[in-house]
């Protein structure tokens, strides 16, 4: 699938989330609430998997960002501690962009590497812990 199509199906996924989360919490509406949760969970798994199946660590990251940016649009303004969580998810994810930025350029990846510790906290299987690596442990 197109990123296009990705982006698409990871919106309609977290706005069905959204959407269902909602209705639990309106009396009549459960079971309402419970089929648009479950679609949109099914679907933004789905589209995690074919976002997966690219092999692209641009799309990877994009439809996360995407997923992660719906998320905190639809976040009461009361609830701050998802919102801190968000956000700081939403800056990881900006970090990892620019690393790729980076590694498309393999001699300043290889400046990077140099620069970087050699302690096992700071490195994974051998390569320095970028904010790409960081961001993906994350999620």
Known sequence: ??????LDNIIEAATAIDFG???FAIRGKAEEGRISYETGISLAL????DAQSTIDPHVI???EY?????ELQFCVVTD???KNSLTEAIQRFDDAFLAL?????SSAYKSVDKAASRKKDFRI???PKDGFHIACAGH
Request: hydrophobic letters at 35%; proline letters at 3%.
């Open 61 to 63: 990251i994009l439809i």
């Open 46 to 49: 789905s589209t995690f998997r």
């Open 1 to 6: 699938m197109d990123p296009t199509g990705l």
């Open 21 to 23: 989360r909602k209705g």
């Open 66 to 70: 995407t997923f992660i940016n719906q």
């Open 101 to 105: 930025e980076v590694v498309e350029e």
């Open 80 to 82: 701050t501690d998802s």
């Open 125 to 127: 299987k051998g390569f």
